[in-house]
């Protein structure tokens, strides 16, 4: 778990709330990764971001807002959040966007409530 | 559409019960199929991953393999600690690198 972190591991936010989970690679990467993972259904990439640039947005509210301010950090920001939003957020990093491997971060368990 | 479907759902083996876990897959054109393990509460460990018909790879008691419909993890003589779910991911030829998941097979082996 040390490649790829990720804080904090548990998030409780109320509907009006404000606030920001962080994810950190040192895997020397340059893809960075924002995914979904609600239960029984499959991962959903959110965001892909390849040196600093974001490459894709997979029509996600705009209650999400991401950042990734280098190749190592990605941030993704959260305000106004519906329940429907509770969730473990997952970031993942690969060495650019032609290497398919993806290494994952432990997430982040999201309850909103 | 790429899709990838994973079964079973659920499979509870005793120790030492060999099986085989399922990912069917459609792809435009496939440029590599993933398998990773997942833990309660934790991030995706990558295991696999496999590019071509025929490949297989294999690490401790896990091998897979690849035909050009489907893949299978196939589980030799399991332990407790093989316990999680097993996620398949496919990518395409397309351009980035936007892996599409199945749901997963959780497996629970039991002494």
């Known amino acids: 778990e040390t490649g790829v972190t990720q804080t904090p591991r548990h998030l409780v936010m109320g509907m009006t709330n404000k606030k920001s989970l962080k994810c950190e690679q040192h895997l020397g990467h340059n893809a960075m990764y924002w995914y979904k993972q609600s239960a029984k259904k499959p991962l959903e990439l959110m965001f892909v971001?390849?040196?600093?640039?974001?490459?894709e947005n997979n029509s996600v509210p705009s209650r999400f807002s991401p950042e990734c301010p280098n190749s190592s950090h990605l941030f993704l920001h959260l305000h106004t959040l519906q329940p429907e939003d509770s969730a473990l957020y997952l970031c993942?990093?690969?060495?650019?966007?032609?290497?398919?491997?993806?290494?994952f971060g432990p997430g982040t368990r999201l309850t909103v409530l | 559409e790429d899709q990838v479907t994973q079964s079973p759902e659920a499979l509870r083996l005793q120790e030492g019960e060999s099986s085989s876990l399922n990912c069917s897959y459609t792809v435009s054109g496939l440029r590599g199929l993933f398998w990773y393990r997942q833990d309660p509460g934790k991030g995706p460990e990558f295991l696999f991953t496999?590019?071509?018909a025929g490949e297989e790879k294999e690490k401790e008691r896990l091998k897979a393999t690849l035909t050009k419909k489907e893949s299978f993890l196939h589980i030799t003589a399991p332990k407790p600690e093989d316990s999680a779910t097993y996620l398949c991911a496919v990518l395409n030829t397309g351009g980035g690198n936007k892996l599409t998941f199945g749901t997963g097979t959780q497996l629970k082996v039991e002494l």
């Open positions: 993942a990093s690969s060495q650019d966007l032609s290497a398919g491997t993806q290494y």
């Open positions: 496999l590019y071509s």
């Open positions: 971001y390849n040196f600093k640039e974001q490459t």
